[in-house]
């Protein structure tokens, strides 16, 4: 059974704080994504890597680094956090295009992010 | 205009009825199309997954794309109290890459 974890539920921070939100997954997953939900806006994407060390933007990087050091592990960094950084942030992890689900996402519980 | 559009809801329905739930898009070039599924406080599941054109079945789940519309359906029969979730719709252009989510649309089915 896949199991995406998340480190933190709920977490509040004050602006300017750096946050770490980590993110580990027990299927060796190559595929980690991170995105953001907000009421009406849907997922969005903020970075997603598909090897180790690998990184690439997605549609709303801005704010945000990540790092993956680890096939299991995905951290999402918010270098200074902001009040519009305040959101749910979900973690996913997929297998690569090679297999015959790469379609599907498998995603963590999330985190609830308030930043005051 | 938004690459995917969906009704936020909230759908409220009877027990036992019917839902069909949908997405618009904008970009022809999608052809992968995914349903998933997201109860309060839980991070999505996939519900189901259709290649292009064509329907899905699966139990009491019926996905159907039509691609020259650029419109997507859910269908849940016999809907059950348990099927009460945020609902998403998912696409692709590449297979297992660059996805696109749809806002949601809240379902409550009532007993």
């Known amino acids: 059974d896949v199991k995406v974890t998340q480190s933190s539920r709920y977490l509040v921070k004050r602006t300017g704080e750096k946050v770490f939100l980590e993110c580990v997954q027990d299927?060796?997953?190559?595929?980690m994504f991170w995105y953001r939900q907000d009421p009406g806006l849907g997922l969005r994407l903020i970075y997603f890597?598909?090897?180790?060390?690998?990184?690439e933007k997605g549609d709303i990087p801005e704010g945000y680094s990540v790092s993956r050091e680890k096939k299991e592990r995905f951290s999402l960094i918010l270098e200074s956090a902001s009040t519009n950084q305040t959101s749910m942030y979900l973690c996913?992890?997929?297998?690569?295009?090679?297999?015959?689900?790469?379609?599907?996402?498998?995603f963590g519980p999330g985190t609830r992010l308030t930043v005051t | 205009q938004k690459e995917v559009e969906q009704d936020p809801g909230p759908l409220s329905v009877p027990e036992g009825a019917i839902v069909s739930l949908n997405c618009t898009y904008s970009n022809s070039a999608f052809q992968y199309f995914m349903w998933y599924r997201q109860y309060s406080r839980k991070g999505p599941e996939l519900l189901m997954y259709?290649?292009?054109?064509g329907n899905k079945e699966d139990g009491r789940f019926t996905a159907q794309v039509d691609k020259s519309s650029k419109y997507i359906s859910l269908f849940i029969r016999d809907s059950q109290p348990s099927d009460s979730a945020t609902y998403l719709c998912a696409m692709s252009r590449l297979y297992g890459q660059n996805f696109v989510f749809g806002p949601g649309t809240r379902l409550s089915v009532l007993p």
């Open positions: 890597s598909y090897d180790v060390k690998m990184k």
């Open positions: 299927m060796d997953h190559e595929n």
């Open positions: 996913a992890s997929s297998f690569t295009t090679g297999t015959g689900s790469a379609y599907e996402q498998y």
């Open positions: 259709t290649y292009s054109s």
